[in-house]
């Protein structure tokens, strides 16, 4: 699948006072319907590949499946690829083992009252990190984000180990579908995510947070500062969170390292 097109476009110099023509790649977005079990749950506008990544983690956030196991069969349908319509729309059609009587995706905030009882009896693993690998990670993340590097318009998520190694890194025009690639991924690798750290190129917000809270993540870093809620969200499910992450410099918002 395409996840970059040429445009033509013209550069302004300020100095000269001139117009230079030159071409762009630009990150493509195209939109993915998410079917269970025949019926519509929600329309994701996101960069093409590892759709099925994609939408196994939007299920596991919607609390719709808890392992690959309870998807029982996956079909990506394909529209945009020979459509030259922007808005020509694919889909992944999936069935799950879990009977539904109504498909509509939750909120964040109906997410959060689900599993914040959960995790007042579960609360997240200690995970170690020392503080001198941090100011190393964005760049370490960013040869890994080639998306970004082609075309300086796509979002990251990576998974981090203890020792401060990048161990796989998903990118996509939108930061949650960036973040739902990544928890599909261990979904479907049947990788621990408490055992692990989250790594984001761009702000975490509220939903984000709980997002991280219902992935299991047990600390989370961004390079941009987060929003007030996520920080909140994030303390009171125990989560350690640095953000700001500007080299040499981090900010730790909650938790300990």
């Not at 023509?21 to 019926?39: D, F, Y």
């Not at 690829?81 to 909120?107: E, F, G, M, Q, Y």
């Not at 964005?138 to 990251?156: C, F, N, S, W």
């Not at 929003?227 to 080299?247: E, F, H, P, R």
Request: net charge positive.
């Amino acid at each position: 699948m395409i996840k970059s097109s040429r445009v033509s476009a013209f550069i302004y110099n300020q100095s000269s006072g001139q117009w230079q023509s030159t071409e762009r790649s630009l990150i493509a977005e195209v939109p993915l319907q998410i079917w269970i079990n025949g019926e519509h749950l929600a329309t994701l506008h996101r960069t093409p590949g590892n759709e099925f990544f994609l939408a196994t983690g939007f299920l596991y956030y919607q609390g719709l499946i808890n392992q690959h196991a309870d998807i029982s069969a996956q079909r990506l349908v394909s529209a945009s690829t020979d459509n030259k319509s922007p808005l020509a729309t694919d889909s992944v059609r999936l069935t799950i083992n879990k009977p539904i009587s109504a498909v509509s995706p939750l909120t964040a905030a109906a997410i959060w009252t689900i599993i914040a009882p959960q995790i007042e009896k579960s609360p997240p693993r200690p995970f170690f990190l020392a503080a001198p690998l941090i100011p190393a990670l964005p760049e370490a993340m960013r040869q890994h984000q080639q998306l970004y590097t082609k075309t300086a318009g796509a979002h990251a998520v990576a998974l981090i180990n203890q020792d401060g190694k990048i161990l796989h890194c998903e990118e996509d025009v939108g930061r949650t579908n960036a973040l739902d690639k990544i928890v599909g991924y261990c979904v479907c690798n049947k990788i621990e995510m408490k055992s692990l750290a989250a790594l984001f190129s761009g702000r975490i917000n509220l939903e984000i947070a709980v997002k991280i809270v219902r992935a299991g993540f047990p600390l989370a870093l961004s390079i941009s500062a987060p929003t007030a809620s996520a920080v909140k969200i994030m303390k009171q499910a125990g989560i350690t969170y640095v953000g700001s992450l500007q080299k040499p410099d981090f900010t730790l918002f909650c938790g300990t390292l």
